[in-house]
C-alpha cells in the first residue's frame, strides 16, 4: 500500500525552528518529484516548497524563502522540510506529496504551530 507519513510538527515559539519528516513507502519514490503543501485555518492548501527526484532543484514559495530548505534521502524514501525563523503566519497543517506527472500520493498531514 502506498503511505506517506509526515512528522515532526509541534508547537514552537515565533523565530525557533522545527524539522519535519516525511517517510514513504509502497511506490517508487526515486521516480517522483516531492513537495510540501500546507492549509492554514481558513485558507486554501498551499504550495511551501518541492523538490525534483534527483534532488537537483527545488522552489519555494516566496513566503518561506531564505527559510525553509526541502531535501530529500532517496536511499531512505524520505523527504525533509527544515524550517527555521518561523513566523505565526506559517502555523498550518503540512503535507507530503508525490508526483511523477501522472499520479499524485498526499500523507495524512502534521499541525505546525508557531505561537508565544
Known amino acids: 500500500q502506498v503511505q506517506l507519513v509526515e512528522s515532526g510538527g509541534g508547537l514552537v515559539q515565533p523565530g525557533g525552528s522545527l524539522r519535519l519528516s516525511c517517510a514513504a513507502s509502497g511506490f517508487a519514490f526515486t521516480w517522483y518529484a516531492m513537495s510540501w503543501y500546507r492549509q492554514a485555518p481558513g485558507k486554501e492548501r498551499e504550495l511551501v516548497a518541492s523538490?525534483?527526484?534527483?534532488?537537483?532543484?527545488?522552489n519555494y514559495a516566496d513566503s518561506v524563502k531564505g527559510r525553509f530548505t526541502i531535501s530529500r534521502d532517496n536511499a531512505k524514501n524520505t523527504l525533509i522540510l527544515q524550517m527555521n525563523s518561523l513566523k505565526s503566519e506559517d502555523t498550518a497543517v503540512y503535507y507530503c506529496?508525490?508526483?511523477?506527472?501522472?499520479?499524485?500520493?498526499w500523507g495524512q498531514g502534521t499541525q505546525v504551530t508557531v505561537s508565544s
Open positions: 506529496n508525490a508526483n511523477n506527472g501522472l499520479t499524485r500520493h
Open positions: 523538490i525534483t527526484s534527483a534532488g537537483g532543484s527545488t
